[in-house]
């Protein structure tokens, strides 16, 4: 299940984000990529705990917490604190599967990654190349999303960056532990919750929306692990 989350940063949260990121310090990515990512991955990204990211985390992590199409389709339990990166001259992240637990940093609590996010923060005009390919059951998509916009993806898929080829792409990027672990009973639960969402904008028979209402709930019920 990949999710489109439009329009998760205003424009100004945009450009106050990127003229930061553009001054602040980078360092080689391989900073934090796991053993077999460490082979394929070439980018920069801010050091965690540096002032700027985690000052930006904070904004992307507030405007996590409002939007509601990120909640009913995480069910965050546990989200990791945002990192930032940022591909130029031909830099790229080779085929990789994501670490399946993370260390929360500043907390003595492992987390396990249900879900992966991008979020881009450069314009797709800005730069040429640097697409995230994703493969599922499906096979292969190809994502490369306005800035402001996020991506959420099964942390179970095979995914890499393209090479950026021109310009420079900026994007911010973090893990979810969902309070239900299963990737078809998410999507169940999303495709539920906005079909009822739909209705409610509606006149359709109370008595059925509060019915489906209730089956919502009462699957979140049997399914999640706060
Ligand atoms: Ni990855």
Redesign the pocket.
Known sequence: MIVQIPDLLSVVQLRDARSRLLAAPWVDGLATAGHQ?ARVKHNRQLAEASPVAVELGDMVLVALERNPLFISAALPALVYPPMFNRYEGGES?GN???NALRLMPGRAQRMRTDL?ATLFLTDPEDYDGGELLIDDTYGAHSIKLPAGHLVLYPSTSL?RVEPVTRGSRLAC?FWIQSMVRDVGQRALLLDLDTSIQRLAQTEADEGARLQLTGCYHNLLRMWSQP
């Open positions: 990512g992240f990789h599967v994501d992966s995914h990027f």
